[in-house]
């Protein structure tokens, strides 16, 4: 195999959202240095392009170093909108144009980007060592990288004083991110916590063929409620174990539950496998009645002109068929003494204790998580590059002098809402500023 030897000042490798804010903010602010994007993917930005359900929700008001974000958005000439509940968007709500305007920015500034070139390794090394002529005080980085073409693999070494390593998580693999950070991270002496993939759907066990209720009753119902978390290790699952509690759209699917508040609730569900912990310490309850009591409500209907509408019918009424069904399906303790099935029954039969009973499973349906979606459908990593070793204001290692660790590769995670990329901008704007000092 051949191999091209090149040199740049600085190598950024990844060209998703932390490498680009990266190479702009160097092009803008250290002109005379020369910076090389790699990128593997065919073009930079894929993962930009599909965020925020290709709207890119590109900030927000409460996130660390927001008024440094839109100074730097400013400075590219993005035009923003910012929503009453702090979420910032591109005013055109295009992720594509977010990515295109970043990809031209850097490209106008002096910036390389070398696209489907993906980087093997890298290594740390006294610059005399890499080429002849170096100075032999200073160390310098050697990056071995292949691009696959027509003509095969072609591999090629770059030397450079920096290195910012912008390579993302495990999420979304599809965007280029498989981990290869984590492997290189590794190699040149960091710690990496496990990662897990977070801000996904969760697969329960409810779902499963023959448990009563059935699950495939509920897949494609969506319903406002709470959802709450519970952490137990003794399974007791007390109201003293509760860990998260969150409100908004809970879609329940085919495979058990999602929605921005199931999402958010499993940046709590993180677990250590190897220490024999498992998602068995979880348990999940859903409200689907937080506005009121759904005990007054029956009672209320026990008396009077509703006295005789059968309970399946109530229920109905009041939540979605699938989902009063489920509840139905929940609090059914089989035919009454007449043959009567509990949905034909009339609200003024319900015993007390059949009507706590309901209230039970409308204000806490409990769902046991069995497995967490997998990297295909995270949003974004839990875990990577642990932060004890990482400068948190200039993104730089603590081990490695001239690397720096931007974006989602580092331990830290974020809520939805434009957090986790707020996360990217502000660690890649932190390393170029580094740099150009
Ligand atoms: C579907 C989806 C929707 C999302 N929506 C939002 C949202 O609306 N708002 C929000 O705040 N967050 C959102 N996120 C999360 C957010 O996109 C990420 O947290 C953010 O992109 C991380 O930025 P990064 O620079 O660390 O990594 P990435 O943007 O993932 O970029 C890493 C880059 O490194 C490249 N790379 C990896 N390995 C190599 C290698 N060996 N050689 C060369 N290149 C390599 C990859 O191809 C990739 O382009 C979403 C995530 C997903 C998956």
């Known amino acids: 195999m051949d191999r091209e030897i090149r040199r740049a000042d600085v190598v950024i490798v990844g060209g998703g959202a932390s490498g680009l804010a990266a190479a702009i903010e160097l092009g803008m602010k250290a002109p005379a240095l020369d910076v090389l994007v790699i990128e593997k993917m065919p073009e930079p930005g894929r993962k930009i392009r599909a965020t925020g359900s290709g709207r890119c929700n590109i900030s927000n008001t409460a996130a660390a170093g927001f008024s440094r974000i839109m100074e730097f958005f400013r400075e590219i000439g993005l035009v923003t909108k910012t929503y009453e509940n702090g979420l910032v968007y591109p005013y055109s709500e295009s992720a594509a144009d977010v990515a295109t305007l970043l990809t031209e920015r850097a490209a106008s500034l002096g910036v390389k980007i070398a696209c489907g070139e993906e980087l093997m390794t890298v290594k740390y090394l006294p610059a005399s060592l890499a080429f002849e002529g170096a100075p032999e005080d200073r160390n310098i980085f050697m990056l071995e990288t292949v691009i696959k073409d027509r003509d095969g693999l ?66 494609g119902t969506r319903s406002s409620g709470v959802v709450s978390l519970y952490r137990d290790p003794d399974e007791v699952f007390g109201e003293e174990t509760k860990v998260f509690e969150e409100a908004g759209e809970i879609q329940f699917t085919k495979y058990g539950l999602s929605g921005i508040c199931v999402f958010n609730m499993t940046r709590y569900m993180r677990f250590n496998r190897r220490a024999g912990e498992s998602l068995d310490q979880f348990l999940v309850k859903v409200d689907l009645f937080p506005d009121g009591d759904i005990t007054e409500y029956i009672r209320d209907r026990q008396k009077g002109c509703f006295a005789d509408t059968p309970v399946g019918e109530m229920l109905r009424t009041v939540f979605k068929e699938p989902l009063a069904d489920y509840v139905i399906g929940a609090s059914d303790d089989g035919p009454d003494e007449n043959g009567r099935a509990f949905e034909d029954r009339s609200i003024s039969s319900l015993s007390d204790e059949e009507v706590r009973t309901i209230a039970d499973h409308v204000h806490s349906l409990e769902f046991h998580p069995v497995q967490m979606r997998g990297w295909n459908d995270a949003q974004v990593t839990m875990g990577g590059v642990s932060l004890d070793e990482i400068n948190e204001a200039t993104s730089e290692s603590l081990l490695v002098k001239g690397l720096y660790i931007t974006g989602e590769l580092a331990d830290r995670d974020f809520r939805c809402g434009g957090y986790n990329l707020s996360n990217a901008w502000i660690t890649g704007l932190a390393a170029a500023d580094d740099i150009a000092q």
């Open 154 to 219: 072609r591999s090629i070494r770059t030397h450079a004083l920096y290195v910012i390593l912008a390579m993302g998580g495990k999420a979304g693999p599809t965007f280029g991110t498989i981990g290869d950070g984590f492997r290189i991270a590794r190699n040149l002496g960091h710690r990496i916590v496990t990662p897990v993939p977070a801000l996904t759907g969760i697969e329960c066990d409810e779902w499963e063929e023959g448990n009563k209720p059935c699950g495939i009753t509920l897949g």
